[in-house]
């Protein structure tokens, strides 16, 4: 319905699985018409997309991110954005690129603010708890969507075991990679109470069907020979990770979401 509806995504296979993930998230997090969505770290929009697609005509989407637009790849996210943009949805989402949530300023209440998979880009937990304290202050819902580290099934492992090395890759090779932290369902749940968010509904989105989990596998191969320098400890861990990660003869399949909404 919805390729048809806005002429989106028809052509490309990959991206229709990744955007019926991101529906499945907008059914959890319950987003309803004409809400006003405050989205933080929308990259290409694929969430976006679906948020605008979730709020109907009445609504409106906000959508901020720091990259620039001529991030990314295979398309940037001025490239991609612009795509949405020309479709229906586009005048429903307003996007702000090169935009520090931080330094961001609006006098606007937004019915609810999405972070869908963007907390592992941040590189201190006390820049995202800024953020969430920030957020509290502008809308009356927060809903957070991240990879789930509780994995279930031994195939999930590969998905874990390659984020794990990107984080020990950001911090002891450096780089500005999509994994800077690694936060755990917990760690999340944590923030928000001491941002003063209490009533909150947990749910777990299946994702073992995206084709995250192989991708991050073959750039976490390409990179191994970065951490030739490291210290010794840290070698020992990366390699055991590495070992764990390509041991298994099982198809990969990616983590699931974890969905985090409170009020």
């Known amino acids: 319905m919805f390729l048809s509806n806005y002429k989106l995504f028809e052509t490309d296979e990959i991206q229709q699985v990744q955007f019926q993930h991101r529906l499945d998230l907008m059914e959890a997090f319950g987003v309803k018409k004409g809400m006003r969505v405050l989205e933080i770290g929308c990259g290409q929009g694929d969430t976006t997309a679906a948020l605008a697609d979730a709020v109907g005509i009445d609504g409106k989407v906000f959508a901020i991110d720091i990259a620039s637009r001529d991030y990314g790849a295979p398309l940037t996210l001025g490239q991609a954005t612009d795509r949405i943009k020309r479709s229906r949805l586009g005048e429903r989402i307003t996007f702000h690129f090169e935009t520090d949530f931080a330094s961001f300023e609006s006098n606007e209440i937004f019915d609810v603010a999405v972070l869908s998979h963007s907390s592992w880009y941040?590189?201190?937990?006390?820049?995202?708890?800024?953020?969430?304290?920030?957020?509290?202050?502008?809308?009356?819902?927060?809903?957070?969507?991240?990879?789930?580290?509780?994995?279930?099934?031994?195939?999930?492992?590969?998905?874990?075991?390659?984020?794990?090395?990107?984080?020990?890759?950001?911090?002891?090779?450096?780089?500005?990679?999509?994994?800077?932290?690694?936060?755990?369902?917990?760690?999340i749940l944590e923030l928000l109470e001491e941002a003063g968010f209490?009533?909150?509904?947990?749910?777990?989105?299946?994702?073992?069907?995206?084709?995250?989990?192989?991708?991050?596998?073959?750039?976490?191969?390409?990179?191994?020979?970065?951490?030739?320098?490291?210290?010794?400890?840290?070698?020992?861990l990366v390699t055991s990770y590495y070992e764990l990660m390509n041991a298994s003869n099982e198809k990969e399949q990616s983590l699931n979401s974890f969905i985090i909404c409170a009020t």
């Open 122 to 187: 941040f590189k201190r937990p006390e820049d995202l708890l800024h953020y969430v304290k920030k957020l509290r202050s502008m809308t009356t819902c927060i809903c957070f969507a991240e990879w789930d580290l509780d994995y279930t099934y031994l195939s999930q492992r590969v998905h874990f075991c390659a984020a794990s090395i990107l984080a020990l890759h950001s911090k002891f090779v450096g780089n500005d990679g999509n994994i800077q932290n690694l936060f755990h369902e917990e760690q």
């Open 198 to 236: 209490q009533n909150v509904k947990q749910d777990i989105v299946d994702a073992t069907y995206l084709p995250d989990a192989q991708w991050e596998k073959s750039y976490t191969n390409s990179i191994r020979k970065d951490f030739a320098n490291v210290p010794t400890m840290i070698q020992t």
